[in-house]
């Protein structure tokens, strides 16, 4: 018998699982070095589990609603720099940004499927 699957309908996740949804929220940190590297490393982590790993599938549309929601906001702090209430707004976008991804993927690590407070559900 595959015990992966085994305690995956337990409700507890398998260490793969874990791994991998930790990677589906850490991965948005390549936005650093790639250029919407934050919507696209969630994006490959999920698209590559998401049929074999549920735990995976759900933190992986989680951690990419949530890049979406960022990507968004901080589209929008641009325009509103030029009226100087965009210069803060983004910092505090990116430190959001920043703590919450490590947050959610110390949360996926232990195996608790993590919402983050703020995210545009727009991927079901």
């Known amino acids: ?22 990677l589906a929220h850490l991965s948005s940190l390549v936005g650093f070095v790639i250029p919407f590297g934050n919507v696209l490393g969630p994006l490959v982590v999920w698209m590559i589990k998401k049929e074999t790993m549920p735990f995976v599938d759900d933190q992986g549309k989680e951690a990419l609603n949530f890049q979406i929601t960022v990507m968004i906001a901080g589209l929008i702090c641009i325009p509103l720099m030029f009226v100087l209430i965009g210069i803060p707004l983004m910092f505090v976008v990116a430190i959001a940004w920043l703590v919450l991804s490590i947050m959610a993927g110390l949360k996926a690590q232990n195996g608790v499927a993590y919402r983050y407070p703020f995210a545009l559900r727009l991927i079901k």
């Open 1 to 22: 018998m595959d015990t992966t699957n085994e305690a995956t309908q337990a409700g507890s996740p398998s260490a793969d699982e874990k791994t991998w949804g930790m």
